[in-house]
Every structure is written in structure tokens, then in C-alpha cells.
């Protein structure tokens, strides 16, 4: 099971690479926040689950190997799934406060 602030940066870093396909490791480390190790890391494995494919776009060998990223299929399932999974927690920590302000009103009512 992956830990729950792994799955944020994974959701994270697969709405970058659908927004900037093209975006570098170092941009991608910058913006999440995260090591360069990590977001090396982390790509490594949406690569192996499928979730990401990665495809190199310079002919010359001379020349900075460059990188897009291509969300797959089952990348979108997965960021959807991501992004259903945090919107139940939100909702969930919605819901609660919700439950706790109407009971410190009722006991404020209470003492009045």
C-alpha cells in the first residue's frame, strides 16, 4: 500500500507532466518541493506501473537528452482515482467540522 504522502506527490507530479509534458526532473523537483533523487524516484516508478511513458525527443546525440512524458490510460485512471481519494478526505474533515461547530454552538446555547 502506498503511504499517503507519496500518493500526494505521485498526484502531484502526474498533474505537472499532463500540464507540462516536457518539464525536466530539476522543474519538476523545484515546483513539488521534493529532492531530485525523489522526483527521479518517484518517476521511475509511474514509469514501471504504467502510469507514465517516457520518451526521449532529441536526435542529436550531441546534444542534452531531452524528455516528455506522456500521461498512459491508466495514468489518468490512477490521477482520477488520486484525486477521488482526496476529495473523500476532504470531505470527510468537512463533514466533521461541520459536526463539531453545531455542537459548540448547541452547548453554547446551552449555557446561555
Known sequence: MIEQPQKEENLLLLKELEAKPNITQRELSVRLNISLGKT?????????????????????????????YLLTEKGLEEKFRLLKHFLQIKEEGYNKLKQEWKYSLNEKAGRL
Not at 45 to 68: C, D, Q, V
Open 40 to 68: 527521479n524516484y518517484l518517476l521511475r516508478e509511474l514509469i514501471f506501473k504504467g502510469f507514465i511513458k517516457a520518451k526521449n525527443f532529441t536526435n542529436n546525440s550531441g546534444k542534452l537528452m531531452k524528455i516528455h
